[in-house]
């Protein structure tokens, strides 16, 4: 086995990696909501590896390490900015919206991964009523999406807590600030 060439291999993945997140980075830099990525390389040991050659006698076994590189999310909270939109909202700490996916951009995994979430908190009100994102995901609340009707148009209210309130009335439902836990499990879509 020639670990010159499996190191060099794994070197060559883990520069892609690093160029390719610096890539998403910038093309991502102004949407509102992003997060970065950063990149870290780190060697990691490969176990006892055989470096004799094949036709020498004396085989001896020997510990390498291979280059890996791994890319983690920052998700702290970012600026934030006032727009004067009733409906732009921000979460101040952690947190993330949950956005009810759209069948076309549900996972091949099954009909669990129905969700995804955001720190984006541009939102509007769509013709139906319902309060998406700018993609047109509608937007869960406490008690599922997030409907208007009519008669409400746009006159409503929401707290810093997240509660929705129509005309100054308490519709008993919120927006909420959804807890991931690891969010390096998060995918990007």
Avoid: C
């Amino acid at each position: 086995m020639n670990i010159s060439i499996q190191q060099a291999a794994s070197a060559l993945q883990a520069y892609e990696q690093w160029h390719a997140t610096i890539a998403d980075n910038m093309s991502a830099a102004n949407v509102p909501g992003f997060k970065r990525s950063t990149f870290s390389l780190k060697g990691e040991p490969t176990g006892p590896v055989d470096s004799s050659e094949a036709s020498s006698e004396n085989t001896s076994l020997k510990n390498y390490l291979m280059p890996k590189g791994n890319v983690t999310s920052t998700h702290s909270a970012g600026l934030l900015k006032h727009t004067g939109q009733p409906t732009d909202i921000a979460i101040g700490g952690e947190g993330y919206f949950e956005l009810e996916l759209e069948d076309a951009w549900r996972s091949d995994a099954g009909p669990e991964n129905t969700r995804a979430f955001t720190r984006d908190g541009e939102f509007k009100v769509n013709e139906q009523g319902e309060l998406v994102n700018n993609q047109g995901f509608k937007v869960r609340g406490t008690g599922g999406t997030i409907q208007f009707n009519e008669e409400t148009g746009n006159n409503f209210d929401i707290a810093p807590d997240g509660t929705i309130s129509v005309n100054g009335v308490d519709t008993g439902e919120a927006l909420r600030a959804v807890d991931i836990g690891d969010t390096n499990k998060l995918r990007f879509i």
